[in-house]
């Protein structure tokens, strides 16, 4: 049985069964693309804008879709890819925050903070820092702020986003740094890791 692809390993599992859907899709419009051409394969290759180029000319992807779709053509061009992971890829992070308190009111106060993860080779990094980002500051709310109060009966008090306590812009430590620490990992595709609950665990 596969590991299965849930919480954030989607992109680390499931990802392989992209890629090699991709890599088959890819084969697929090189083979067509050679035979509109009337070229063997080898003599073929993907080329930008979006073309097959051979030594006689060149087709675009449109082109090939369309014959394929049409009159005896050879049917939609679609790529299929499986995979069964074989091992789990788990990130890793270290954490570090600076806190101020008062010591006559208990108030605290969160100066800095600086998570740096391991992901592995983020697909996309400006998606997988904003993910931290997001991250850890939901889990700064949930140690440092959110609440939710009931009264003797049972009854919440807690009723908007207001009282609950969730932080706001103003939360933000004024140093708050995330930094990916990329590595490569040989499970998911092209080194990538999970990032979502890695971002909670450490704030």
């Given at each position: 049985f596969d590991k299965g692809a849930y919480a954030s390993s989607g992109t680390c599992f499931s990802g392989n069964a992209a890629r090699l859907a991709a890599e088959n899709l890819r084969e697929?419009?090189?083979f067509h693309g050679a035979q509109i051409l009337g070229e063997p394969v080898a003599d073929v290759q993907l080329a930008t804008p979006?073309?097959?180029r051979g030594k006689k000319g060149e087709v675009s992807f449109g082109e090939i879709a369309h014959k394929?779709?049409?009159g005896t053509g050879f049917g939609s061009l679609v790529g299929t890819g499986s995979y069964i992971t074989p091992d789990f890829a788990f990130p890793y992070g270290a954490n570090?925050?600076?806190v101020a308190v008062n010591t006559r009111t208990g108030e605290i106060r969160l100066d800095k903070f600086y998570a740096l993860l391991d992901c592995g080779t983020p697909v996309n990094p400006e998606l997988a820092l904003g993910q931290i980002y997001g991250a850890t500051l939901?889990?700064?709310g949930h140690s440092m702020s959110e609440e939710i109060i009931y009264d003797a009966e049972g009854h919440p008090l807690t009723r908007d986003l207001r009282s609950y306590g969730a932080p706001k812009i103003g939360d933000i430590p004024?140093?708050?740094r995330a930094v990916l620490v990329?590595?490569?990992?040989k499970v998911g595709p092209f080194g990538a890791k999970s990032i979502s609950e890695i971002g909670v665990?450490?704030?």
């Open positions: 697929k419009i090189l979006g073309v097959v394929g779709e049409t570090f925050a600076e939901r889990a700064i004024r140093d708050f990329p590595s490569d990992d665990n450490g704030a």
